[in-house]
């Protein structure tokens, strides 16, 4: 009979890794593979897969009752990213191979037939998780290698066949180590502001929306520049801290492999699906535990959904919850998960179905135009904090008088960030548009002729309370940019100029 062994490898739940300790235990009973532990279809498949791996390795299967136990029992485990686990487990139990350098070592990879290993999902965060239990070493398929050099505190080795992992175990042969890519080089280049010609009061309110973390609202017809202006926020926005690229690096690690990573992109994330989009991929979702979407891969950076009209409303309105909270929640019947949501909305709009390029050629009806802006729920637009229209350009001349460029309008946006993290920074807020509405109002009131437009938009039903707060960061914003202590009336008033405008 052969003797019990511990091997181990990570599940994962959401972002959030979790050590799983698989026990193997051979003889007792009649020859055949037991899992227990909550595993999934996919898991269950895993049996053939180790059974196969093993035989083309040149190891011996084991004839024998087998049980393989992952604990903790009561979490679900998914995917196959614990075959090489399962393998090395049982013939560690078999005493096919020796266990010294199996203790506080981590074991990823999906097995191929032939032995191979293949790439899985989630390689980073199911590392940090480990390194954080106190785990000592890890082996990945080398594919991983490079996804796995950006954890530090751990030794992680890359193998490219279930033979090449056991010899490693048995002390026959070493694996190559990650190795971290500590050069930054030169970050990729955002695009240029200078190039977008014209569109004064478009640009201000990009540079308004970069300074504090605003939602975004440009109506225009095609060729006006609101794609253009939209991706060139990024370009105004600061750099992401190491934890922040490093949770963005996760999350995208669990949406699929990250494959040649190299250093943390430290640019803010742009993301622009297409309007047919399903709700599970802008929101997250799939099969078993829901995989993150693109709101999560947007996580402190830019959602940008051009032509929103055209969007579900189911969709459009299901981004309400995120915006607010920063977080998407998943309930699948294999349970919940919460990915972090923590981005910028950017809308761009025709404002008609026809689109024509001089507003007095639209051939739309009325009750069309107004039906067409109105799939923009009220709800929705009550969240986003500035409107702008967007004009044709009428004279070439324009062309030849650039506006200012990336580099010049970013300084701008840093200085104001940077007075904004000042002042709330001890309260764990780090932009404008991240302060609740009651904190603001009772930690840093403002004086009565200050906030005298915000009541009279209230007392008309003009604004709603929501809309009123809003209105206030964007205040905040604007006194940042200039360079003041506190919003004066004139901020107060801009920042209701940007609301009301456009068509929206």
């Not at 006194?479 to 901020?491: I, K, Y």
């Amino acid at each position: 009979m052969g003797d019990l062994a511990r091997v181990w490898s990570v599940a994962l739940h959401g972002v959030d890794g979790v050590p799983v300790e698989i026990e193997a235990a051979i003889g007792g009973g009649i020859p055949g593979v037991h899992l227990v532990g909550l595993p999934d279809a996919s898991l269950q498949e895993a049996k053939d897969r180790v059974r196969s791996a093993i035989v083309h390795s040149d190891r011996t299967w084991p004839n024998e009752r087998i049980v393989l136990a992952l604990s903790p029992a009561t979490l679900r485990k998914t995917g196959s990213r614990f075959d090489v686990a399962l393998a090395v487990g049982v013939l560690a139990a078999h005493r096919t191979i020796r266990s010294e350098r199996l203790h506080g070592t981590v074991l990823l990879g999906e097995l191929a037939l032939d032995g191979r290993l293949r790439p899985v999902r989630g390689v980073l965060p199911c590392l940090l998780a480990a390194r954080d239990a106190g785990m000592r070493r890890a082996v990945v398929p080398r594919d991983g290698l490079a996804e796995a050099a950006l954890v530090d505190g751990i030794d992680t080795f890359g193998a490219d066949t279930l033979g090449d992992v056991l010899d490693w175990a048995d002390g026959l042969r070493e694996l190559d180590p990650a190795v971290p890519d500590v050069s930054r080089g030169p970050a990729p280049a955002a695009p240029e502001l200078a190039d977008v010609i014209g569109q004064a009061d478009a640009r201000h309110a990009l540079e308004i929306a970069a300074a504090g973390g605003h939602h975004l609202l440009m109506v225009g017809p095609p060729g006006t520049g609101k794609t253009m202006l939209a991706q060139r926020i990024v370009g105004l926005l600061p750099e992401l801290d190491p934890a922040e690229a490093l949770q963005l690096a996760s999350i995208r690690s669990v949406a699929g492999p990250l494959g040649a990573a190299g250093p943390l992109p430290r640019l803010a994330p742009f993301v622009a699906p297409h309007h047919s989009a399903s709700a599970a991929a802008v929101l997250g979702g799939g099969s078993g535990v829901a995989r993150p979407g693109a709101v999560s891969l947007a996580h402190r950076g830019v959602l940008f959904l051009d032509e929103c009209p055209h969007w579900p409303a189911s969709v459009l309105d299901a981004l309400r919850t995120p915006l607010e909270e920063g977080e998407v929640r998943l309930a699948r019947a294999d349970g919940t998960v919460r990915y972090p949501a923590r981005f910028q909305l950017v809308l761009a709009a025709n404002p008609c179905p026809c689109a024509p390029p001089i507003d007095r050629d639209c051939t739309c009806r009325p009750d069309v135009r107004r039906r067409y802006l109105a799939r923009l729920s009220g709800p929705l637009l009550d969240r986003v904090d500035l409107r702008v229209p967007m004009y044709p350009l009428t004279a070439l001349s324009a062309a030849d008088e650039p506006g200012e460029r990336t580099a010049t309008v970013r300084g701008r946006v840093l200085d104001a960030r940077a007075a904004a993290v000042e002042r709330w920074s001890a309260h764990g807020w780090r932009c404008n548009a991240e302060v609740p509405g009651t904190e603001l109002r009772a930690r840093f009131p403002l004086p009565r002729v200050v906030v005298e437009p915000l009541e009279k938009r209230l007392e008309a039903g003009e604004l709603s309370a929501r809309g009123a707060d809003r209105a206030l960061r964007v205040a905040w914003t604007l006194s940042d940019l200039a360079g003041t202590d506190r919003p004066d009336r004139a901020a107060v008033d801009a920042a209701l100029y940007f609301r009301h405008r456009g068509a929206a």
